[in-house]
Structure formats: C-alpha cells, structure tokens
C-alpha cells in the first residue's frame, strides 16, 4: 500500500500552501466567533446537558460553544493513532501529512464493471469493491462506493461492512444510520478483532459521520459521534458544504463554517474520551449555479479541500479530504481531468483520508473503472510529493566522472540501483506507434477496463483467511440486526 509523507522539510519534499499564517489565523478566529455568538443547533438532549454542564450556553435546540472549551478539547486529541487491520498484518497511522486514498461511501448507483450500465448498487458489489482496493497499490483505505439496495434497508450500512471487512486487509471507513447499526459494525469489528480487549488496543475502523450544513447535528449523527467517543473507535465527523447553497459563497465564508461544524464533534468526542481520535474536513465545493448540483469536479473542490487541510493542521486534527471524483457520467476525459486535478492538489495538501476516489455523476454514482483509473493518478502523483533525495550518492559526481563525456549510463551499478526504483506505469501507454497498433490499438479506456475485469477474476483478497468461527460470529450479528429491526417494524404497525 502507498503511503507518502509530504510538505516535509527536513527531507525537503514538494511544498505545496494556499493560506498565510495570518490567513489561517483568522479563519480560526471566525470560527471562534461563530461558535461563540451563532452556535450550534443540536437535536440531541443528553448532548446538550453535556455541553451545558461544561460551560456552553443552551436554550432550546440552540447551543454556544464558549473558546476555552474548543481549545481544551484540541489540546487532547491524540497527534498519533494507530488503526491495525484485522489479521495483524498491516498498520496505517493516522497522523500530520499521511496520505491515504480510497472511496467514497453511499451512492445509490454503480456502473457495473462487465456491462458498463448504470444499475443500483447490490451487497456482491461491496465484497467487490473491497477486493479491488485490496489489489490496488496506491488505494490506502476502504469504503464501498454505494448503499446497498438489496437487503433489509434499515441494516445496509451492517451488511455493507460485514461484507468489506471480510475481502480487505486495508482500513475500512464505515457509516451508520442509527446507534443501533453502529453498535452492530463495532461487534463485527470486535469478532474481526479477535474480542473487545483486542480491539481496544488497536482499532481495526474509523467510524464516519456528519453534522448538516450549516451549523445543525441531527440526533443520530451526534448520537453516533457519542457512541463511538464512548468505545474509543477513531471517528471523522465532517460536514458536506455546498458553497453558495448551505454555506456562504466565499471561499472564506466556507472554510469558516466548516472549521466550526467540525468543532462541535470534537468538543462533544472528548469531553466523553479525552484523547479520541476525531478526524476533521469533509467534502468542500460549490454550488454549481447554471445546473443547481453539487460540483464534484470543479476546481474549488481541490482548492477548498486543500485550504482546509491547512486549518485541520493548524489546530492539529487529522484531515478527512476529497478527490478523484468528478461530475461525468461515465468513463471519459472529462472523469480523468477532474479526478488528476482533485488527486494532485490532495496529496500535496498532506490530508489524511483522501475520499470519494471513484465517484461519478456528482457523487450519485461509483465506478470501480474511475478507481482503477485514479490509482494510476495517484501512484503519478506520489513521485511528485515525495520530491527529489539529494546526497551524496544521488548526486551522483564520482558516476558523471567516471562515465564521463559521450558516455551511456543505461548499463552501469548505479543506474541498476536507482533505475529499479522509477515509477512505472500500468495503464499509462508508453509504446511506440507500431508497438501499440500490432497490440491491438487499445486506448486507455480498453486497458482500465481490462484491468478491472483482471482484479475481479482473479483476485480473492483475504476472505479464504477468516476464520470459520468468525463467519458465524457475523452472522449471528446480522440476523439479530435483522431481528431487531422486524421487531421494530411490527411496532411501528401497531
């Protein structure tokens, strides 16, 4: 899995900024203020009484957060937390400048890898995916690219990890609709685990949740943030801001009201677990104004994501950021401009969790194929992040003296040593004409279908490696999830 570091300058990798300090300084401010005087309004009662007895000021659904309590609260979020995947094989560390690509969650469509239609998402789809992203090299985490349509639809968000957890070694980020099916992931989480005890020393999740833009958090996404603050599960809490729609039209206006819904989780998060892992960001882009959507590939996105990623820095958050996305309908140009655009300027920024990898249409719809593809993008985009080693031996004076002028390195010791370690494409088409023409003339869009298709044949991923016993231990929380919500269905008929 590919993990680059980035903005270092001991190592002096690329550099990449969009605010000044002053800049950053007085976003902060802003949402100091808007927390402050605004606030919040927060369906959520125990909540509430929590935020009051700490000095927050409450009336009715109205909540304001005084600046001592978000200061304590980012005072002890953790600058380090470990996430281990479920078979003890790989860790992935959450901390300042990791970079991490992978999916997004919930759309309700998904173009089918073999037909190339547009057809609703189905739970085979999730195992799919999570193997896909397990072959992927540049892919660093898992979501599923959809909801699932053909099972209990109260329980999609349960059988969407069952299934993901089991076909991947990777991070998975998880969603839910209610605490119950929250609590549902983190026992399938725990029986992955091995137990609770284990678990607890090594989270093999994050959880993902949302405020609503502007400043408001439901019951269920404040009762989930509480949930997992209580069972010490890393958690992103990030609002989706439509600039011009649920946010101000100003860049500036956005990232201040973004900065604050983020801040309400995390005051809440560790007021309960002081040194919980909560993850800030969120989709950030416009309203486009001519077709009334929500712009996934226009270049604010990347620009806004970019400058948030700075403010998650400066207050000393982990970074929950967008790219690889775009408005297009299918795969075509348009889907690989928008997505190299968000890719690039997401890993120089140094965001933590770089999701929506794979989205079509605006976030309505997934595609594997616009993975596979973003891979590629991605893989391009580490080598210029990870910017150019200078010392004594790849400075290379004694090699350039001794081959000397008119000379051929191509077959020397250290051209072997260091040629070895060059990007190489799997998809980028680097032939001659006569080359790719007796090849059978395939365009890029051939060769990531073939890819796709290749991974889906062949590919197991982990699944053979689960244990018997660990199986039965997930269907038995799936069918009393399914028990539970018939229950509550028949109450709800009386």
């Known amino acids: 899995m590919m993990s680059t570091r980035t903005n270092q300058t001991i190592n002096q990798t690329a550099q990449f900024s969009i605010l000044s300090q002053d800049q950053k300084q007085r976003i902060f401010e802003g949402m100091i203020g808007t927390l402050r005087n605004t606030g ?15 000095g927050a000021l409450v009336d009715g659904v109205s909540v304001k957060i005084p600046q001592n309590l978000v200061l304590d609260a980012l005072a002890t979020v953790p600058p380090v937390t470990v996430v281990q995947s479920w078979d003890g094989t790989r860790k992935t560390l959450i901390e300042k400048n990791q970079v991490l690509f992978g999916p997004g969650p919930t759309p309700p469509n998904f173009t089918d890898p073999h037909t190339l239609e547009r057809r609703k998402y189905v739970r085979a789809d999730a195992a799919m995916v999570a193997r896909i992203c397990q072959a992927l090299p540049n892919i660093g ?30 991070p998975i980020l998880s969603w839910s609709y209610t605490r119950d099916t929250c609590s549902d992931i983190h026992q399938i989480a725990m029986a992955m685990a091995g137990g609770e005890d284990a678990f607890k020393q090594c989270p093999n999740y994050v959880f993902y949740g949302e405020p609503i833009s502007p400043l408001l958090s439901d019951f269920h996404a404040m009762d989930k943030v509480m949930y997992n603050a209580e069972h010490g599960v890393p958690q992103v809490y990030t609002p989706c801001c439509i600039g011009g729609g649920t946010v101000p039209a100003t860049h500036a206006g956005q990232l201040v009201c973004a900065l604050s819904e983020s801040m309400l989780g995390v005051v809440v998060a560790q007021l309960i677990n002081p040194g919980t892992c909560v993850i800030m960001g969120g989709v950030q882009s416009i309203m486009d104004m001519q077709y009334s959507v929500y712009a996934y590939g226009a270049p604010e996105l990347g620009l806004l994501s970019a400058a948030l990623t700075e403010m998650a820095q400066y207050v000393g958050l982990p970074m929950f950021s967008t790219a690889g996305c775009t408005d297009t309908k299918i795969l075509d140009p348009q889907g690989a401009i928008e997505a190299a655009t968000s890719i690039h300027s997401a890993m120089l920024s140094g965001a933590n969790f770089i999701h929506d990898v794979g989205y079509f249409e605006s976030g309505m719809t997934g595609s594997v194929l616009q993975l596979v593809m973003a891979d590629e993008q991605i893989g391009m985009s580490h080598v210029v992040a990870r910017g150019i080693d200078i010392n004594d031996e790849t400075l290379a004076v004694a090699e350039i003296c001794n081959v000397g002028p008119g000379g051929n390195y191509s077959d020397t010791d250290h051209t072997k040593k260091f040629g070895a370690s060059l990007w190489q494409p799997t998809l980028m088409d680097r032939q001659s004409y006569e080359d790719w023409a007796t090849q059978g003339r395939k365009t890029m869009k051939d060769r990531i279908i073939e890819k796709t298709r290749d991974i889906i044949a062949n590919f197991e991923g982990p699944i053979s490696k689960v244990p018997e016993d660990t199986k039965k231990k997930i269907a038995d929380i799936l069918q009393a999830a399914e028990a539970r919500e018939a229950e509550k269905a028949g109450a709800e008929n009386k």
């Open 141 to 170: 985490f898992v979501q599923s690219l959809g909801t699932i349509s053909d099972v209990t639809v109260s329980l999609a968000d349960v059988y969407e990890f069952a299934e993901m957890v089991q076909n991947t070694t990777k």
């Open 40 to 54: 919040v309004h927060l369906h959520h009662e125990q909540a509430r009484e929590l935020l009051k007895e700490h």
